[in-house]
């Protein structure tokens, strides 16, 4: 299997599931207005939609789930993931003010205890990057990059809306290229998605191949393969590199199956205590995080 590059930042590029504010001083607020903008009541509101379990590519072994929890009025979306031993590794929160193709977010990782915020300044037409590692500094990274308008942007989760948007034209054998916010290199890559023939068994889905718009780093890059249900137009499967990493900090390569029945609420509250716990652990995060992320992502 190519690799997206010789480094771990780089082999996390093409990630859906896969992560702003206009000024650096709002750097420290960034978190903390994602927990005012979604407030208490999401807690009551949020409902899982939902699960998502990744397995290894090349050996099937389960390596994450991931929960996927939507407010009433779907504007916020939230995620947890848990190790195979149901503990938290991960948490995100994406908030849709900003378009259903550009969602801004906040990525907290729970072992290497750092996270990662990704927003659309509106005003200004600019991507800004919020970086916080507490094993290294107590100061967040804070960059901006301003979009060509000769492509549409879209971040993280929101290239789910772009397939469904793009739906027709896609199957009838159009490409579509877009801007997608690369958060390890605070930067913006162009990526091609097109309709492909789907690598695994199926008689229901529809497949999609995602990859670099550059013939040199398209040589050294896997596409991320794309699977939907062709009626529901709903996401079934996902294959490639994922924002999750190992132990090492290894972005891991994955094949995600996701379900929509048999979820239940419950799923969106069960790790609260959890998550308060590893909140109080981590400086860069408030202390009420969990409000907005009350178990904890597309």
């Known amino acids: 299997m190519r690799r997206l590059l010789a480094t771990a930042a780089t082999r996390s590029l093409l990630v859906p599931a896969l992560f702003t504010l206009a000024q650096a001083a709002h750097a420290n607020t960034l978190v903390t207005q994602t927990v005012a903008q979604t407030g208490a009541q999401t807690v009551a509101q949020t409902v899982a939609q939902t699960i998502g379990e990744a397995f290894d590519l090349n050996t099937n072994k389960p390596l994450y789930s991931e929960t996927h929890c939507v407010s009433g009025d779907a504007l916020t979306r939230e995620v947890i993931y848990k190790d195979p031993e149901n503990q938290l590794i991960a948490y995100k929160v994406l908030r849709y003010d ?27 037409q600019e991507i800004i990057f919020t970086a916080t ?17 000769a492509l549409p942007v879209v971040i993280d989760a929101g290239f789910d809306a772009f397939v469904r948007e793009n739906w027709q034209s896609l199957v009838a054998g159009e490409s579509k290229q877009f801007q997608f916010p690369f958060a390890a290199r605070e930067s913006l890559v162009e990526l091609s998605i097109a309709s492909a023939s789907c690598s695994y068994a199926t008689d229901s889905d529809q497949c999609f191949s995602l990859e670099l718009n550059n013939w040199l780093l398209n040589i050294l890059a896997d596409p991320i393969e794309l699977g939907y249900d062709a009626k529901l137009q709903r996401l079934t499967r996902f294959r490639g590199i994922s924002n999750i990493s190992d132990g090492q900090g290894e972005a891991l390569a994955v094949d995600i199956h996701y379900r929509y029945d048999d979820v239940v609420a419950l799923d969106c509250a069960v790790d609260e205590e959890v998550l308060t716990q590893e909140a109080a652990a981590t400086e860069t995060l408030p202390r009420d995080f969990t409000r907005a992320a009350p178990s904890v992502h597309l």
């Open 98 to 124: 900003t378009g259903s193709n550009t969602p801004s977010y906040v990525q907290h990782n729970v072992h290497s205890q750092d996270s990662i915020a990704v927003e659309l300044e509106q005003e200004r």
């Open 133 to 149: 590692d507490a094993n290294r500094s107590e100061q967040p990274s804070v960059a901006s990059v301003k979009p060509s308008a």
